[in-house]
């Protein structure tokens, strides 16, 4: 299941290093001249250039999901701990086929390095298909919601809130799928700025509609009011979602269909290519699978931590909102690398793709350095908005005064882990960008399940506590990034592929 192995060459048919050369060829200087960390292929302006609107998009998502948890705080700390248990359990549904319909992108960019663009819209097609197919599996678990959180050990309000809240983002999860296959048929070709206006907007239109479907929306009207939204709570935070989900996913196919990209692109070319689909599906169900093995052990320990009282579980849910802020910023960091992996690997330059991975971890630890010292120094300015209510709309299930205490005590080690965290999502993402994917899916499997076994031996044998249980979780993810990181200097990467070459590109015969 690994990519199609070639010479690890450059165009001129000159032997490239094979293990730790983060050095690339930069036009602007003279023959010979070791490269500026800033200038030529894979340096900070290339890396920067994509990512930078790829980190935006990613903070979109995050600073929608949340305020979106801020706004349900105030109007009841049940609501947002319910908001995001169901969104955890929701993302551990569709992140297997998320990780499939997303892994176009990694088509779209080695097609474009390798000068096929009339191949990158048939490629982003499967995608689409692939997205239309998964669908009705997961709007099929929307009258199961009830008894799969009654399963989990939770009962009265927080399990009804959290079916409720996972029932409507699954009605969302289509939209969702669609544009991520969609939206590579962008990001895949270094176009980012517009994946950034289109994915900021509709989190902007989702951010206004959940204020007014949460706390409802009046306006006066010949000295009457009239009621335009409801107050519906947690309900309206989930359908002001659903509702910019799809707004967005239109928005993506309209813009691929465009006449220019229909010529160019074959943008228009909808056809399953089962060759092309069954390439899609041998890399990117593994990708898929990864994600979805991490979410689950990671869901196992959500789950288990919310057994432990109403304090730890909304504390829990609070902290992990909150680095999300830090975490976020740095998958749009890992798309960018994965990206320009798959550019350099499809021009045969993967000295470049190498030091296009280096330079993105150096972005990512600097940015993640900034994070941790504001979390260690002034962590409630994260904590305010949480608490902009004096009192719940809808009352509160634990002391405030206690959540806000011990969300502080597990910001750090949010700010202790995040480096580890930075180098696994960039590695893993790197890997991912060439086509080796059979490795990440064999790390995640081991690693997810001892996630799983461990959350629960801390929480039902050992006792271990709140603390113990986000020790046990700080110390997986520095795990799974000194893993991928090793696999990464092993450079076996280097020489995979995951399209078919052209016949007029200087590797054709080597396939």
């Not at 010479?7 to 490239?16: C, H, K, Q, R, V």
């Not at 890396?47 to 600073?63: E, F, I, Y």
């Not at 979602?241 to 928005?251: D, E, G, H």
């Not at 994600?291 to 829990?316: H, K, P, Q, Y």
Request: charged share 10%.
């Amino acid at each position: 299941m690994e990519g199609v192995l070639i010479p690890a060459t450059d165009p001129s048919g000159s032997n490239l290093p094979e293990i730790g050369d983060n050095l690339a060829p930069d036009p602007s200087g003279s023959p010979g001249e070791r490269p500026s960390w800033w200038r030529g292929p894979g340096g900070g302006a290339e890396v920067l250039a994509v990512a930078a609107p790829l980190v935006v998009s990613s903070l979109s998502w995050t600073v929608m999901t949340f305020v979106d948890r801020m706004m349900l705080s105030n109007w009841s700390g049940a609501a947002m701990s319910a908001a995001f248990v169901a969104t955890v359990a929701w993302w551990a549904v569709v992140c297997l086929p998320v990780g499939l319909c997303s892994y176009t992108g990694t088509f779209v960019a080695q097609y474009h390095g390798s000068n096929q663009p009339q191949r990158i819209g048939p490629a982003v097609w499967q995608g689409v298909w692939v997205a239309l197919a998964v669908s009705p599996l997961v709007l099929a678990l929307v009258p199961l919601a009830g008894p799969l959180f009654a399963l989990a050990g939770h009962t009265g309000e927080a399990a009804a809130l959290e079916a409720r809240y996972f029932q409507l983002m699954c009605y969302g999860a289509p939209a969702m799928l669609l544009a991520q296959s969609l939206s590579s048929f962008y990001s895949g070709r270094s176009k980012t700025v517009l994946v950034m206006l289109v994915d900021t907007t509709y989190a902007l239109v989702n951010l206004v509609l959940d204020y007014w479907w949460i706390f409802g929306l009046s306006i006066s009207w010949q000295g009457e009011a009239v009621r335009i939204f409801p107050a519906m709570g947690i309900d309206g935070a989930g359908w002001a979602t659903v509702l910019s989900l799809w707004l967005k996913a239109a928005t993506y196919l309209v813009l691929m269909l465009r006449a220019d990209n229909r010529l160019r692109f074959r943008a228009d070319d909808w056809r399953i290519d089962w060759a092309l689909a069954g390439r899609l599906f041998r890399f990117g169900a593994p990708s898929g699978v990864q994600m979805l093995l991490d979410v689950l052990g990671f869901t196992v320990f959500i789950v288990l931590v919310g057994r432990l009282g109403a304090v730890e579980s909304e504390a829990t849910s609070m902290t992990f909102s909150i680095g999300s802020l830090a975490f976020m910023p740095i998958c749009g960091l890992g798309l960018a690398a994965s990206i320009l992996v798959g550019q350099h690997l499809g021009e045969n330059r993967d000295v470049a793709a190498a030091r296009a991975t280096w330079t993105t971890l150096h972005v990512a630890w600097a940015y993640m350095a900034v994070v941790s010292l504001l979390l260690l120094g002034v962590p409630q300015i994260f904590l305010w908005g949480f608490f902009a209510s004096p009192t719940p709309v809808a009352g509160e299930t634990a002391p405030r005064e206690a959540v806000a205490a011990t969300a502080l005590v597990l910001m750090r080690f949010v700010a202790c882990y995040n480096f580890m965290d930075a180098m696994l999502i960039v590695f893993v993402s790197a890997l991912k960008g060439a086509g080796d994917t059979r490795f990440v899916l064999l790390v995640s499997l081991v690693m997810g399940f001892l996630l799983a076994t461990l959350s629960l031996l801390a929480v039902e044998v050992f006792q271990a506590g709140i603390y113990g249980c986000w020790a046990l979780v700080s110390c997986w993810i520095a795990t799974l990034g000194i893993l991928f990181f090793l696999r990464f200097l092993q450079g076996k990467w280097r020489s995979m592929r995951v399209i078919e070459m052209d016949q007029g590109h200087p590797d054709a015969l080597s396939h």
